[in-house]
């Protein structure tokens, strides 16, 4: 089992930035994907940006140039840096973890809302 938990979101202005934390616990070593998706109200989950071995990285077509994922393995965290927000990039954001036979672990979400 591999455990989730994210932090960061909050309340910012269009054009501003946020950073998202995701922290892994349990069996980490399984891990072979990270990623960030979101759920905005009314619309399905959405991939935000994913992160393997290798730093290898793929992002959603409409945060592509303003977010960037990375990751820390020595702390099991993975990040998501989100630059000039959109008010449509306000949703919940869910921390994501795969390990190599496709079992998917989730966090509990956390709020970005992008609003003057």
């Known amino acids: 089992q591999v455990q989730l938990v994210e932090s960061g979101g909050g309340l910012v202005q269009p054009g501003g930035s946020l950073r998202l934390s995701c922290g892994a616990s349990g069996s980490t070593f399984s891990i072979y994907i990270m990623g960030w998706y979101r759920q905005a109200p009314g619309k399905q989950r959405e991939l935000v940006a994913s992160?393997?071995?290798?730093?290898?990285?793929n992002y959603g077509d409409s945060v592509k140039g303003r977010f960037t994922i990375s990751r820390d393995n020595a702390k099991n965290t993975v990040y998501l840096q989100m630059d000039s927000l959109k008010s449509e990039d306000t949703a919940v954001y869910y921390c994501?973890?795969?390990?190599?036979?496709?079992?998917?672990?989730w966090g509990q979400g956390t709020q970005v809302t992008v609003s003057s």
């Open positions: 994501n973890a795969k390990n190599p036979f496709s079992v998917q672990y």
């Open positions: 992160i393997r071995s290798g730093s290898i990285t």
